[in-house]
Each structure stands twice: as structure tokens, then as C-alpha cells.
């Protein structure tokens, strides 16, 4: 059996214990910015994977991610900061990491390997939704179980790994292979393969975002302003898209009860509140559209 590249010594590993602290980072660094110029051959899958989790969203069904140990943290960072950046409701927002969600601080590696841990996780999942697997090794049991459930229930599945010709990549729907190198230190995936992760499911989210129509012009136009700084940032999107000036904008933020979308709307000439949800929904909730349909029927 051919050892995994993840499990793998690295070419530079040798002797690390006996360099300068400069030196062991910058092997460290140089490693990561290796593995992330792994994802670069995915773009193409992973273009495929954000249709797939807009889809799943503008269906009402449920996005996803079903994970362990490093590649569980990923998921749980990709997939909690989707609510308050492009406004999707929590209830299709679902992360499933192999031990659970409690008591994040004590190790739980064990579970990975639990069949009926996944089952019972897996109880949640709908034909429909759109499920991200991912394992750093590809075969981790854990997500392997998930996604075997998924396809027995319609949902569509997106399969990330690290390494080629595993369990995840072959079963998936939507393949994505992020081939780093050896770790700096063997088997570790939080490192590397963690990078490419990231970096990949941070591109998957924001595209879906911006196919959602939640993203106009780089800004969060559809974003949850829950602080002081969210609703300064509020302000500034209306401007920025508008031109009307931040007294306007916090007017019409107060009449759109904090929703950036319905703001500008109102400020481009929609007479009532739901004058600008019906273009908004007329349009599917895309902002630069139904911009463009209020200005139409305004000439």
C-alpha cells in the first residue's frame, strides 16, 4: 500500500529540530504558500461546488459540511461566518464535525472512526441539499459514512481531499483534489493541507455568494449588521452604491429595518417598502438586477 502524501516526510524535514527558530519558519512558510498554490488546479471543481451550494440555498434546501478533526475546524470556520456575511438564514446552515460541537477545547479523535456517530449526525440531511465531505486523507470515516447516506437520499455531494484516489473523491459528485506536499511535520493537516483548505472553502462560499446576488461591487450587500461596526459598514454600502450621503443612508437603513438591499432600493426611487421587496424578489434577490428594473420602470 502506497503511503499517503499527507503522511509523508518532507524533503526538509530533516534535521529541523537542530535549525534556528528563522529557519524552521521559514520552511514552515514556504510550505504553506506551496499548498496553497495547490488549489489553483482545483478552480474548475470548485466553481462547479458553488453553483451546487447556491443552488441548494435559492431551493431552500440546506448547505452542508460534514467533517473531523483539522478538517472539521475548516468547515466550522467557512460555514459559521456564511450567516452574517451574505445574510443566509442560519436554519440552512448545518455543520457536522465528527465528535460535535461541544466542548471544542478537549480532542476527540476517536469519533472520525465512528460509523454510528455518523449515521445519527447524518439524520438531518435531505434530498436537495448540498453536502461539502472533506478529509485532509480522503478516506476518514467519518465524512466516507456521510457522503455514502447522501447519495442514497439525492443530496448532492461535494468531496474535498488532500490526497488522490481515495473514498471522498471517487463518490463525490463534485470531486476537488488539493494535492499539497508532505507536511513539515508528517501527518499533521492542520498545517498545510489545512491551508488549502481553507483557502479552497473561502472561494467556494464567497462565489456562492456573489451567485446568490449578495455581493455587489466586493461589498456585502445582503450582510446581518449585529454591532457598531457592522452598521457603520452598512452605511457605507448604501453610500458607496447609491451616492446619497450617510444621513440618507441611515434614514433609509431605519425604513429597510437594517437591510442594506431594500435601503438602496428605496433610495434609487422605490415608493414603498414592498415596492423594493417585490423587484427584489422579482429578480431573485440579485441587487444589481433589480436596480436595473426599478430604473427601467421609472423612465
Not at 102 to 129: V, W
Not at 202 to 210: D, I, K
Request: with cysteine; proline share 4%; charged share 20%.
Amino acid at each position: 500500500m502506497i503511503m499517503q502524501r499527507t503522511e509523508q516526510i518532507h524533503e526538509k524535514a530533516n534535521g529541523l529540530d537542530k535549525l534556528e527558530g528563522t529557519e524552521i519558519l521559514a520552511i514552515l512558510l514556504d510550505s504553506q504558500v506551496e499548498a496553497a498554490k495547490c488549489v489553483l488546479p482545483a478552480i474548475e471543481p470548485i466553481e462547479r461546488g458553488a453553483r451546487a451550494m447556491a443552488d441548494a440555498i435559492i431551493n431552500g434546501n440546506k448547505l452542508i459540511y460534514a467533517a473531523a478533526g483539522s478538517s472539521g475546524l475548516q468547515a466550522m470556520a467557512d460555514g459559521l461566518e456564511i450567516t452574517p456575511t451574505f445574510g443566509i438564514p442560519i436554519s440552512q446552515i448545518k455543520i457536522l464535525r465528527a465528535g460535535g460541537l461541544e466542548d471544542m477545547s478537549r480532542p476527540k479523535g476517536e469519533m472520525e472512526d465512528s460509523e454510528e456517530a455518523a449515521i445519527n449526525d447524518a439524520k438531518i440531511i435531505e434530498a436537495g441539499d448540498c453536502v461539502i465531505c472533506l478529509a485532509a486523507s480522503g478516506n476518514t470515516n467519518y465524512p466516507v459514512t456521510i457522503m455514502e447516506i447522501c447519495k442514497k437520499l439525492g443530496a448532492t455531494t461535494i468531496g474535498m481531499a488532500n490526497n488522490p484516489d481515495t473514498k471522498l473523491l471517487e463518490n463525490s459528485d463534485i470531486p476537488i483534489l488539493l494535492p499539497t506536499p508532505p507536511e513539515v511535520i508528517a501527518g499533521s493537516t492542520r498545517l498545510g493541507a489545512g491551508t488549502a483548505q481553507k483557502i479552497a472553502l473561502n472561494m467556494m462560499s464567497s462565489c456562492m455568494g456573489v451567485y446568490l446576488g449578495n455581493v455587489m461591487d466586493g461589498m456585502m450587500v445582503n450582510l446581518i449588521a449585529n454591532n457598531a461596526k457592522l452598521f457603520k459598514r452598512s452605511e457605507e454600502i448604501v453610500m458607496n452604491i447609491s451616492g446619497c450621503n450617510r444621513h440618507q443612508a441611515a434614514q433609509s437603513l431605519k425604513k429597510s429595518k437594517g437591510s442594506v438591499k431594500l435601503a438602496i432600493l428605496l433610495i434609487e426611487g422605490a415608493k414603498t417598502l414592498n415596492e423594493a421587496k417585490h423587484f427584489l424578489d422579482k429578480e431573485m434577490q440579485n441587487l444589481r438586477r433589480a436596480i436595473s428594473a426599478l430604473r427601467a420602470e421609472e423612465i
